[in-house]
């Protein structure tokens, strides 16, 4: 994927760095692959900007960040407004419920003191639609 199609909304970019090919996206520099796009995102405990040498010497294809590195990298830098909604933006969807929850059959607990047995049989002979 394209790094511009990644970034599409949170930076523009110009054609050189549109053009950098990308296979995933990572805000951690221990699990950087070749070909990463790294997010340094700031914590309270440490700056992303931190590792982002760390992680162009693990192979990633740029580094994408709030503020510019202090050191030159020897892999492109984009310089967005919220390095946390580029990361959101960026990241893969997670999975999403099956798409007919009202398909499933709907199970109801039976509660109370009387009349369990008599209200399962009842469930249980009625039509598989219910």
Same mark, same amino acid.
């Given at each position: 994927?394209?790094?511009?199609a990644?970034l599409?909304?949170?930076?523009?970019?110009d =054609?050189?760095?549109?053009?950098v090919d990308?296979?995933?996206?990572t =805000?951690?520099s221990?699990?950087?692959?070749r070909?990463?796009?790294?997010?340094?995102?700031?914590g309270?405990?440490a700056?992303?900007?931190q590792?982002?040498?760390?992680?162009?010497?693990?192979?990633?294809?740029?580094?994408?960040?709030?503020?510019?590195?202090?050191? +030159?990298?020897?892999?492109?830098f984009?310089?967005?407004?919220?390095?946390?909604?580029?990361l959101?933006?960026?990241?893969?969807?997670?999975?999403l419920?099956?798409?007919? +929850?009202?398909?499933?059959?709907r199970?109801?607990?039976?509660?109370?003191?009387?009349?369990?047995r008599?209200?399962?049989?009842?469930?249980?002979s009625?039509?598989?639609?219910?």
């Amino acid at each position: 994927m394209k790094l511009s199609a990644l970034l599409s909304d949170s930076a523009t970019l110009d =054609a050189r760095l549109a053009a950098v090919d990308a296979s995933g996206v990572t =805000a951690d520099s221990r699990s950087v692959k070749r070909g990463d796009v790294f997010v340094a995102v700031p914590g309270t405990k440490a700056d992303g900007m931190q590792f982002a040498a760390q992680a162009a010497a693990a192979g990633a294809a740029a580094v994408v960040g709030e503020r510019t590195p202090a050191s +030159p990298l020897s892999v492109p830098f984009v310089q967005v407004a919220n390095v946390r909604r580029a990361l959101a933006l960026a990241s893969p969807r997670p999975l999403l419920p099956s798409p007919a +929850p009202a398909a499933r059959p709907r199970l109801r607990p039976s509660r109370g003191r009387y009349g369990k047995r008599s209200a399962t049989r009842r469930r249980a002979s009625a039509p598989s639609a219910w």
